[in-house]
T-cell receptor, first 113, second 115 residues
Framework: DQQVKQNSPSLSVQEGRISILNCDYTNSMFDYFLWYKKYPAEGPTFLISISSIKDKNEDGRFTVFLNKSAKHLSLHIVPSQPGDSAVYFCAASTQGGSEKLVFGKGTKLTVNP | GAVVSQHPSWVICKSGTSVKIECRSLDFQATTMFWYRQFPKQSLMLMATSNEGSKATYEQGVEKDKFLINHASLTLSTLTVTSAHPEDSSFYIC???????????FGSGTRLTVV
């Protein structure tokens, strides 16, 4: 059973517009969530995280929203840039992030110039 | 920032041989490191959790005799793929968890091709 789900395998957005990547989880014990960005043939790079005590965390163009009741989080990228084109992984952990990460399958974002 | 060096970045080996992949935390100590395998169009699958000074914890379905993990120091974990077969060809990624702030840092990955 997949505990972290990214139901959209791909997303295409125009440069300058907003990209919204979604992630759902089933394990109510998850209390720490992360987004990673991955280019082909490279390891994932940490983007942004959020603790379950918050519902929003912002870092520059990246904002993560957490809806605990719906067990849903989303990553907003505004404005989107062609260099943002990559695969984005949502990950979740328990015990404040001190336990192993459980990853979604990823969403491939393409930002068109 | 925290850096994890993974070596080699790519390797081609013959069936039946063994390949060792190294994962080093360069500027922090990591009692715990993680080894992932990525399949095309699929997520990163956790293979095992590597603990310094003790045996690794393998995920269900991962052959511990085939994927040998050694974590001899607070900055180095190794994954050895023994008696490699073409179906072992994949992208392997390590991650180290900082002892101080519990932050995760990923290595750049190793592309293994078994011919």
């Amino acid at each position: 059973d997949q505990q972290v789900k990214q139901n959209s395998p791909s997303l295409s957005v125009q440069e300058g517009r907003i990209s919204i990547l979604n992630c759902d989880y089933t394990n109510s014990m998850f209390d720490y969530f992360l987004w990673y960005k991955k280019y082909p043939a490279e390891g994932p790079t940490f983007l942004i995280s959020i603790s379950s005590i918050k519902d929003k965390n912002e870092d520059g163009r990246f904002t993560v929203f957490l809806n605990k009741s719906a067990k849903h989080l989303s990553l907003h990228i505004v404005p989107s840039q062609p260099g943002d084109s990559a695969v984005y992984f949502c990950a979740a952990s328990t015990q404040g992030g001190s336990e192993k990460l459980v990853f979604g399958k990823g969403t491939k974002l393409t930002v068109n110039p | 920032g925290a850096v994890v060096s993974q070596h080699p970045s790519w390797v081609i080996c013959k069936s039946g041989t063994s390949v060792k992949i190294e994962c080093r935390s360069l500027d922090f100590q990591a009692t715990t490191m993680f080894w992932y395998r990525q399949f095309p169009k699929q997520s990163l699958m956790l293979m095992a959790t590597s603990n310094e000074g003790s045996k690794a914890t393998y995920e269900q379905g991962v052959e511990k005799d085939k994927f040998l993990i050694n974590h001899a120091s607070l900055t180095l974990s190794t994954l050895t793929v023994t008696s490699a077969h073409p179906e072992d060809s994949s992208f392997y990624i390590c991650s180290a968890r900082d002892n101080y702030n519990y932050g995760y840092t990923f290595g750049s990955g190793t592309r293994l091709t078994v011919v």
